[in-house]
């Protein structure tokens, strides 16, 4: 009984004092306020923005997963005999970093599921974090007052590929090996710097005894804690700037619909993220990857045939495959464009499209509103049609990079291959981006037509005099909205003879973005209605 009492006092105390914390806290910083607006923030409910959290749950289980490797792995490239468990490759000289892989794979309880999970989490994580950035790019989600998160998931992207590579070469099998020989190569090809960059980074003379070391403390510590910084940013960024959504009766610039985080989206969420784990484990523990031990350890005069790096990096292998052979000689130092154009000028030219372009095409519409709708990519042709001629141009580099295997399967020369791979990564994207830009306007006028004749019904007709004509419904409610509610702009206005040239060059530029386009059937009424659902915000002081 005496006991049961000082319990209650103890629990009493603890409530207390957790009331009287709470409290001290709310009164000096808006806790309650910004708990309760959090819990019942909105979330659209549709499959396009699940993207984002396949690349966050995948980024948890690549955390668990690469924290447990941390355990058992030696980033060191001092060789010695290897006497493990696995037989081939007992009495061969091998680095301990390819030995500890080696031991996690076979002596580690669960060590190959864990690091098969590594592994197809980190290409899950590029790939739904690329494809989050197109469903941005084609629906227009980088518009003000986006920008700023645009950068921080362009960076995201571009910290990803980094880690990727760097935890693809730290078991210094002869294939990941083959690829550190590529990217010294890359290195070494910048003008002037590159020889004394390659020295410092790989601690002397190609193979270098420091590289692995330096790989791993950026893969474990540098790159992770960065990426983690991003992520919490760009949350918070979404929390505050609110989500996209897609165009529907309800759904305007200025607010946002669908269901609330507690209980609904957390649910979801949650359900989201035990699916994305589960089809790890599973991947992990039924389908192989990067068996290491049939390549064998790294050597300098050896190079494996089929050598292929992962996929999002792959289209830098192809380019170095399709460039030609071209060195020039100035003020004593040897330009290897065949190298520094690929690998260098080309990742470097990509990345700076992608962090200019939603500062490019404001400058372009000269539109300063905030956008919460998201754009149908078939009402931004031009903008459309780019992305897909940006994905063809990608595909070809990527197919270019198995030239050789292509060429063994299919019985052609690899020379032929690689000129029928230029003629395609020239002509490919061109044609891709006329294709995609006709197949945009054709669908729009097909929503005009619906517009104006309804849908098809199934049901034919016959007149008095024999004639077949087929029924039409009107359209319901809520499709009219979705097909009418659009916030394209009009090109701008030709400047005069004596304007500036860089406004001559933006109206070109608008007029050919915007200028080819089918106008919606819509009353003066619906126009004006269609005016005010996608107006902005209006600013605090005139709500």
Known sequence: MLVRKRKARIEARAREAAVLGYTALDRRAPVSEAGRQLLRK??????????????????????????????????????????????????????????????????????????????????????????????????????????????????????ALLEGFCGYSLPDDLLSGTGMRTAYTIVTSIPVAGTYLGFLLWGGSYPGHSIIHRLYAVHVYFVPLALMALVGLHLVMVVYLKHTQWAGRGRTNRNVVGQPMVPQFATKSAGLCLMVSGVLAVLGGVAQINPVWDFGPYRTDQVSTDAQPDWYVGFLEGALRLMP??????????????????????????????????????????????????????????????????????????????????ASVFRVSVETLTWIFRVALVAGPVLAFMVTKRVCLALQAHDRLLLEEGEESGIVGQSASGGLTERHRPLDAAHRYELLVRDVP???????????????????????????????PATDEQRLQITGRTAGPLPESEE
Request: hydrophobic share 50%.
């Open 490 to 520: 009009l090109p701008s206005a030709r400047p005069g003879e004596g304007a500036p040239r860089r406004e001559r060059l933006r109206a070109a530029l608008s007029a050919w973005f915007y200028r080819d386009r089918v106008d919606m």
């Open 325 to 406: 052979p071209w060195e020039n000689a100035v003020a004593g130092h040897t330009i290897m464009w065949n190298v520094l154009v690929p690998a260098v000028l080309l990742p470097a030219l990509l990345f700076l499209v992608l962090y200019l372009y939603p500062f490019f095409e404001r400058w372009i519409t000269g539109d300063l509103r905030e956008h919460h709708v998201c754009d149908r990519p078939r009402d931004r042709p031009v903008r459309t049609a780019l992305g897909v001629a940006a994905l063809v141009c990608y595909a070809v580099l990527l197919a270019a990079g198995g030239n050789d295997v292509t």
């Open 42 to 159: 909105a979330f659209p409910d549709h499959w396009s923005f699940l993207l984002g959290e396949l690349a966050l749950y995948s980024f948890v289980v690549l955390v668990l997963t690469g924290s447990y490797l941390t355990l058992f792995f030696s980033p060191s490239m001092t060789e010695g005999v290897y006497d493990g468990s696995y037989g081939p490759l007992r009495g061969l000289r091998v680095s301990d970093a390819y030995a500890s892989t080696l031991h996690i794979s076979f002596d580690v309880r669960g060590g190959l599921l864990i690091r098969q999970m590594h592994h197809w989490a980190a290409l899950v994580f590029v790939a739904a974090l690329g494809t989050h950035l197109l469903r941005v790019f084609f629906t227009g989600a980088f518009r003000r007052p986006r920008e700023l998160n645009w950068v921080v998931g362009v960076t995201l992207f571009l910290l």
